[in-house]
């Protein structure tokens, strides 16, 4: 019975799997309370009437919602690559991270703390999951048996 594309060994393992659907749930956490932040910013008077401001607060929210989309996304797809569905592949373009989207912290640093402090829980999500992707796209290493027997093969 075919079930699909095959799986990366790295997805095969429920510690692999609980990492994903932990990391989605992290991550949605976090979009929800920067909608909520930069929402209440934005519509409260969380940011004073500088229009200089006001457009630093929108150009980060963007940055921050943006970098927040593309962990969700690489997390959606490795649950669908998990879940063996159809058309889901390693070489598609949710497969890849993608590039850091960083903060303008001389910009945010006029904002208050619990927008920066989502801004920078976004940047290291984003780390954290850049590190782990770069870790699953690293070879195995070889075990000492196998090792071992390419060595007695080379000698045959």
Request: net charge neutral.
């Amino acid at each position: 019975m075919n079930r699909g594309p095959s799986v990366p060994p790295e997805l095969t393992s429920p510690v692999h799997r609980a990492q994903v659907e932990a990391l989605y749930v992290e991550a949605m956490l976090l979009a929800d309370e920067a909608h909520a932040a930069f929402a209440a910013a934005r519509d409260f008077g969380g940011v004073p009437r500088d229009a200089l401001l006001q457009i630093s607060l929108a150009c980060e929210s963007l940055k921050t919602t943006t970098r927040l989309m593309h962990i969700i996304a690489w997390l959606l797809h490795r649950r669908a690559m998990i879940a063996r569905e159809p058309g889901v592949g390693k070489r598609d373009k949710a497969a890849c991270l993608g590039e850091p989207i960083a903060a303008d912290w001389s910009v945010c640093a006029r904002f208050d703390a619990p927008i920066r402090d989502i801004v920078s829980a976004s940047e290291r999500l984003f780390d954290r999951i850049a590190r782990i992707e770069a870790g699953w796209a690293r070879p195995e290493a070889p075990r000492p048996v196998q090792a071992l027997l390419a060595q007695l093969e080379a000698r045959l």
